[in-house]
């Protein structure tokens, strides 16, 4: 008998044996989540800037008068979460997306009473800066956590809803409409309630709409690296059976 198969005693016997430690399954899920939260929460950080980008001839002429467009710092790193989370739905499942989701959802809520909490405190003298920093953090942060969700798990849905009618055919379809649609609520939350208020409603309307044709580009560009990542976690995938019915389908998604 392989002995690495033999399920581990609950505790070792004194001066014999191996610690007993539990077993983790050969699996890139691990991987994909860890990468998937990180992006978040440095997006909901970085977030906080807004700055001028380049202006567009055509563009800028209709939508802004022609000044620059308007990013935040999220527009860097936060693209790749929703291609995180979209490797995450077709390989993994509804199931351990949607538990990606949550538990970036969670460290988010808890990055949020972070910055609260340290807002709170006294700063020794030439730390102000960091009140100032972590002022706009809570709204921020709040904004980011309500549109992630929201966006994140219409984004899944649908991936997960489309594999079970096309199983293994026009991955690419689904992950561009998954991604419009996705991100058309996930920027227009977020971006209503960082920033209503705070900054013009034309403003407001070149930032929201800048966001969404900038990330859902990003995303879209990159579909063939996607494409080809998801394969290849596929092939390595021990588990990973493609399913044969659309009832298959269903039961690996729920």
């Known amino acids: 008998m392989n002995t690495t198969d033999t399920p581990t005693t609950d505790r070792p016997v004194s001066g014999q044996g191996t ?86 959802f969670a460290m988010l809520v808890l990055a949020a009473l972070t910055y609260t909490l340290v807002s709170w405190t006294t700063p020794v003298e030439g730390f102000e800066v960091w009140d100032q920093a972590l002022a706009p953090m809570l709204r921020i942060t709040v904004a980011g956590f309500v549109a992630f969700l929201a966006g994140s798990l219409i984004n899944a849905t649908i991936v997960v809803r489309l594999k079970e009618r096309m199983r293994e055919r026009h991955v690419a379809f689904r992950l561009i409409l998954s991604t419009i649609v996705g991100q058309f609520f996930d920027t227009l939350i977020f971006c209503t309630i960082a920033f209503a208020g705070t900054i013009t409603l034309l403003e407001l309307a070149n930032y929201t709409f800048t966001g969404f044709l900038y990330k859902t580009l990003v995303e879209i560009l990159i579909v063939p690296i996607t494409l080809l990542v998801i394969r290849r976690v596929k092939a390595s995938e021990p588990t990973y059976r493609p399913a044969s019915s659309p009832a298959r389908a269903a039961a690996d998604a729920a």
């Open 19 to 104: 610690p007993a430690f539990a077993r983790v399954p050969a699996s890139h899920y691990d991987l994909f989540v860890g990468v998937f939260v990180a992006l978040l929460i440095l997006s909901g950080v970085t977030a906080a800037k807004l700055f001028y980008g380049p202006t567009v001839p055509v563009l800028s002429d209709v939508f802004y008068g022609g000044g620059p467009l308007i990013f935040d710092g999220g527009a860097f790193l936060f693209p790749f979460a929703y291609i995180i989370g979209d490797i995450l739905a077709e390989v993994y499942g509804w199931r351990r997306a949607r538990r990606a989701i949550l538990l970036g």
